[in-house]
């Protein structure tokens, strides 16, 4: 999967992705937190093989909230005028679908570490708009981060429950999503928080 | 519940706390963005009724997690030996049940929202320590607020569904405090984050 050139900007396990300031011995830490251990890391996978074939009808509805909610598509319209960047949508939906596999791919190494820092950068207004050279907001605001993981994880389980699985394992599958995006947030946080309090 | 000087350091509603610096507005829309609406409000308050005798139970289970987790624990240990602080730790319970009921109580206001900030800044090296004169750590680090939503949510879990209750209505209830868990954070979350990126 580190060798994507076809998906605009994705550059996970590229030399363009800098060390995550998250140790894996940190981060080995937040998943106690979070309760995520090795039966996660097998329902993500398990849900690889249901969500792969749907990643698009999953965007069609993210995009459809996020496209719905005019303080939310700010993010993503032009700076002056506040019209929808038609190009900057379409580049950010191309790595969204591949984070979708990669959440679901569960090899939460130092590569993968890493990248989450990377996607951190590029919603904080450290690297925002780079990536697609939008002319857009300065920053996706730190208050819209947490907070979308419900509609993201709520909208995504009856997706995970189109392949003939137990309601057992939907919702442990669902458990395993929302502890991975709580993870994730987390990481993308970083360059949010002010020096030495993260 | 705004008189209620039985609670060490529970100052809600009271003259001791700042106004919040996120406006009523800005509430609304991160309402938005966790899907938090009527029904939510209805299925916090739905649940006040059943936690409010668990209230000790749920908080033993909590305590238990984080008596157990030792780089939780040390929030709340001396800063020079390590030693976990009784009575930091009982000055810090007797408000996290009150927690509980104002959490399900779900009256959102603005004397809410400006205790949430307060609650925030108590986490934060702003004021960490002070309500309870504690020797302690300088900070609860960000990178374990929001993973404690999982756990604190999963863990509430059983306690709602003790009192009859249908599998839906339980299921209701917990959603609705998942999303309120992810709107309050998020607010705690004020002091730690960079100024002008919130």
């Known amino acids: 999967m580190s060798n994507t050139p076809s998906i605009q900007g994705y550059t996970y396990g590229s030399g363009a992705v800098a060390r995550s300031p998250v140790t894996p011995s940190d981060f080995e830490l937040m998943k106690k937190n979070v309760l995520f251990g090795d039966e996660d890391v097998k329902y993500l996978r398990l849900s690889q093989g249901i969500v792969e074939d749907q990643v698009e009808a999953i965007l069609d509805v993210w995009y459809g909230f996020v496209g719905s909610t005019p ?4 993010s993503f319209a032009g700076k002056g005028d506040g019209k929808p960047l038609g190009d900057y949508l379409g580049g950010v939906r191309g790595r969204f679908g591949r984070w979708i596999l990669d959440t679901a791919r569960a090899e939460y190494d130092q590569t993968w570490l890493d990248y989450q820092h990377e996607i951190g950068l590029r919603h904080h207004r450290t690297k925002k708009n780079r990536t697609d050279g939008a002319a857009s907001t300065a920053i996706v605001p730190f208050r819209d981060l947490f907070l979308l993981i419900f509609p ?4 995504l389980k009856p997706f995970l429950a ?6 057992a ?11 991975s995006c709580l ?7 970083h360059p949010y928080v002010k020096d030495g309090d993260f």
Chains 1, 2 share one sequence.
């Open 152 to 155: 993201v994880t709520f909208t």
């Open 183 to 189: 993870l994730q947030v987390t990481l993308w946080s």
């Open 169 to 179: 394992e939907v919702e442990k599958m669902y458990g395993a999503w929302v502890k």
């Open 71 to 74: 303080h939310l598509l700010a």
């Open 162 to 167: 189109k392949k003939g699985n137990s309601t």
